[in-house]
Each structure stands twice: as C-alpha cells, then as structure tokens.
C-alpha cells in the first residue's frame, strides 16, 4: 500500500506522463520522461513566442538610431506653428514654436507666478520635482527682448521630440514672461539659430552631438491647407523629395528641380543674399515691378507670419497688391491673389491674407 501512494505523489509533482498495471497483490506504474522546456524551445524556437513568453530566452536587439527625424507641425488661428515635446521623466508634454531666431531653449516653468503673470495662464508648465531626470543648474537668465524681458533660471533635463531624445539638454524654466503671451499656443521654444562663441547650444546641435542625426541640416515644409491642423514638418537630417517642385513627362518620368545651396553669413539669424524680388501684375504679365534691385539681405525666422522689409519697398508691395490697413496694429489685409515671375532665383509668394509690416 505505501508504494501506491509513492507512485501517486511522483506522479503528481513531477513533470512526467504516468500510467499503470495492476496484478496480483502488486500494481506497476510507468514512468515516461518529459523534454524539458529548454529542449522544446531548442525543437521548436517559436513555440515560445506563440506562447507569450520568448522574452524569457532572449532579449531583443535595440534599434539603431534613425539618422533623422521628422517634426510635426501644428497649426493655430493659421498664426502660430508649433511642436509637441516631451520633457523629462515621466515625460511632460509642451508645445513650442522651433525658432530659427533663437539658439535658446526654454519653456515655461510651474514657478512661474500665474497671480502677477498673465502670460503663464492656459499654459503647460514644466514642473521639474516631478521629473527624475532633471538635474539642478540654478543660473538666473534676463532676456531683454526689446518691449519685455523674459526671466528665469537654467536647468538640465531631458528633452523627446518625435523619434529622437536630447540628455542632459540645458534650457531656461521662464518664470516671468509677458502677458501678450496669454493669447499665444506655444509654452515655449527650441532654439534653431546659429551659434555663436557665446550662445547656448541650440537644439538642432545637440541632436547632432548625440549622433540622433546624420547630416548637419534641417527643412521646413509648410502645409497650405488651412482646413487642417496639420501645419507642416520640420524635418531633421534630410529633404524629402516630395516637398519639392518637379516635372512630370508625358513617359512618367518626374525631375526634381535642384536644391540651390546659398552661404549663410554670420549672425544671430539665417542671413543670405538675394538677387531681387520681382512682382507680376495679375491682369498683365509684362507689368513687372522689380523690387531689392541692386540685391539685398534677407534672413528666414521661421517664429515670424509677417514679410518685413524697408519702409518704401514694403510700400510698394502695398500699392501692389492692393493691401487696405488695419484701423490698429499696423495691420495690413489682402484680398487678392498676386501671380510673381517665376525668372528669379528667390520669390516671396504674397497670396491672400498674408501680413506684411513696415519697419
């Protein structure tokens, strides 16, 4: 009697398949050997994956970086363009503006003083103490902005913006800023100028130093239907073939027109030369008016919606285009579409509703 139940409590603990004889007086139980789980995931490798745990028995390979990137962009009131990011850890979602005028990074930070600050109101604050990642710097920095100042403070964080991620990234938290920034989308900016002996690292040079893009460039593509939030790219590392012209023929062959390449001069913003602006009448195209003749700076700030420009060229480009003036805020409306020569080697598209200043 005690072997059955030593053959019964094997069989219940261990991993076989029993069965039994009964004799006279005796009752013989064979024990059969079961393959290890080791020797069925070397029989059958997927037979752990279709069970829901192939983790157990090898680690996936990481993914190499992309080598580049491509920002979302998002429209508001088709005035403001803006990204999402992500700040620390766990991450904090900010929308910023990627300025071409700034090698500064900042966002709005939860110190800012909402009861004197109007301008922090219905905004994203970046709150560090939430942040396992941030690392103290505690630097004050005044930006004397001309009519405002924007103050704050230096810290270290980590930064994600669509695939890729900054560490360490060092960035102002603004606790006082204007309260004209009341009526403005973005809670902040990733810095996209030119760097200086003594500016900060820009955004886009830190993405670089950390290898999350291959070439040392950066496009921005604008997407013209105001019916959709959907405000463009800003995309990291490369051009994408599909956001330039290019000509179809009739076998189906298409050509991309060439990218001209133009040296950018030294300075805060993109500054580069132009040949002229020339302005083709909507009624006759030999009604050419040609404005910045003798050639002309122009720098590309992708924070700004206006077109500036001197006082008696911009007072052409009203005349031209039939521009009516704003009762305030030096505002100018356009209601028609104007046509421009497609001979120069840059062109400024007025099209309706666009705003151009006087400076």
Not at 144 to 158: H, I, M, P, Q
């Amino acid at each position: 009697m005690n072997k059955v139940y030593l053959y019964s409590w094997l069989c219940a603990i261990i991993p076989v398949i029993c069965s039994w004889e009964k004799g006279d007086g005796y009752i013989s139980i064979d024990l059969i050997r079961q393959k290890t789980p080791r020797m069925q995931y070397l029989e059958n490798p997927h037979l752990a994956d279709k069970m829901g745990f192939g983790e157990w028995f090898h680690k996936p390979k990481p993914k190499p970086k992309p080598g580049n990137d491509s920002i979302a962009l998002y429209r508001f009131l088709d005035y403001e363009f803006y990204a999402k990011i992500v700040i620390g850890h766990p991450g904090q979602t900010m929308n910023v503006a990627l300025d071409t005028g700034w090698t500064l990074s900042w966002v709005l930070s939860a110190k800012c003083q909402v009861l004197t600050t109007p301008g922090c109101w219905f905004h994203n604050m970046y709150d560090h103490t939430r942040s396992s990642k941030y690392k103290k710097d505690g630097t004050p920095y005044v930006g004397n902005e001309g009519k405002y100042n924007l103050t704050g403070f230096y810290s270290y964080e980590t930064i994600s913006v669509a695939h890729s991620n900054v560490t360490n990234f060092r960035f102002v938290e603004m606790d006082n800023v204007p309260w004209t920034y009341l009526f403005s989308k973005v809670d902040g900016l990733l810095g996209l100028g030119i760097r200086g002996p003594k500016d900060d690292e820009p955004f886009f040079y830190a993405l670089h130093r950390e290898n999350n893009i291959t070439n040392f460039l950066f496009s921005v593509y604008m997407n013209r239907d105001r019916q959709s939030t959907h405000g463009g790219n800003v995309i990291l590392g490369f051009i994408q073939d599909k956001h330039i012209h290019q000509t179809q023929f009739k076998n189906g062959t298409k050509i991309h027109d060439k990218i001209k390449f133009l040296p950018v001069e030294p300075g805060q913003y993109w500054k580069f030369s132009v040949d002229k602006v020339t302005v083709k009448s909507d009624t006759n195209d030999t009604d050419i008016t040609t404005l910045c003749p003798n050639g002309c700076k122009a720098i590309s700030d992708t924070s700004s919606s206006t077109i500036t420009g001197p006082e008696d060229e911009v007072d052409k480009i009203h005349e031209l285009i039939k521009a009516q003036k704003f009762p305030f805020g030096g505002i100018w409306t356009v209601r028609n579409i104007i046509k421009l020569s497609d001979e120069t080697v840059f062109l400024i598209s007025l099209q309706t509703s666009y705003v151009v200043l006087q400076r």
